[in-house]
């Protein structure tokens, strides 16, 4: 069982930085960490689970246009590990931010999932940034 396991998040003014970290465990030989689909996509009560950034096993990086030129995600595949720096952070960032497995899948499919296919979730890390 794929276990997805976030850290890092906080509380920070606006204009500040964070790194979100997601540590991931229990991917089966035949469809490693290295051949998923990874990404960060974050949630709240007005505007539900949102996609923000996606990165497939060629590295190739897709982005929401609310965090395009802020946020810069990057993987570890020697150490199955899904970083999102967040730079120049907004109040409308504040959000429940969570680490996604989408799945052995590249192209559309990982710039544009669909989230009721993801495949596995972490369990949530909470960012919060005042004005």
């Known amino acids: 069982q794929v276990r997805l396991t976030e850290s890092g998040g906080g509380s920070v003014q606006a204009g500040g930085s964070l790194r979100l970290s997601c540590a991931s465990f229990g991917f089966v030989p035949g469809y490693p960490f290295e051949d998923h689909c990874m990404g960060w996509f974050r949630e709240t009560p007005e505007r539900g689970r949102e996609q923000l950034a996606t990165i497939d096993k060629t590295y190739t990086r897709y982005y929401a246009d609310s965090v395009k030129g802020r946020f810069t995600l990057s993987r570890d595949n020697n150490k199955n590990t899904l970083d999102l720096q967040m730079n120049n952070l907004e109040p409308d960032d504040t959000a429940t931010y969570y680490c996604?497995?989408?799945?052995?899948?590249?192209?559309?499919?990982?710039?544009?999932?669909?989230?009721?296919?993801?495949?596995?979730w972490g369990q949530g890390t909470q960012v919060t940034v005042s004005s």
């Open positions: 996604a497995a989408v799945g052995v899948v590249s192209g559309d499919y990982c710039a544009r999932p669909p989230i009721i296919l993801v495949n596995y």
